[in-house]
């Protein structure tokens, strides 16, 4: 059985797109050897994923961070210290 992703269940890309990347970098800062790309919108898209397989039933998933992100360079006071959300899931078992 192949796995499922519970965050695109059921799939509604339009009107939850899923994303988790970056509420902190909205612009590319440079670094990885990309450093042609600084100043570049940052793709606000997915990274983060809860694969399952089997009967579980996906009650919610969501996108989650703690209080509103300030973005880069202001970021330091963030009560989230992470640069991306993370993917809260809730599952009914069989």
């Known amino acids: 059985m192949a796995r499922r992703h519970a965050h695109r269940r059921p799939p509604r890309p339009?009107?939850?797109?899923?994303?988790?990347?970056?509420?902190?970098?909205?612009?590319?800062?440079?670094?990885?050897?990309h450093d042609s790309h600084k100043g570049e919108p940052e793709p606000?898209?997915?990274?983060?994923?809860?694969?399952?397989?089997?009967?579980?039933?996906?009650?919610?998933?969501?996108?989650?961070v703690e209080g509103t992100p300030a973005p880069y360079p202001g970021h330091t006071g963030n009560t989230w210290t992470s640069d991306h959300a993370a993917v809260l899931t809730a599952f009914r078992l069989p």
């Open 14 to 33: 339009l009107v939850s797109p899923g994303a988790t990347w970056s509420p902190v970098y909205k612009t590319f800062t440079g670094g990885y050897g």
């Open 44 to 64: 606000q898209d997915r990274i983060d994923f809860v694969h399952f397989k089997g009967a579980a039933t996906v009650l919610a998933s969501n996108a989650v």
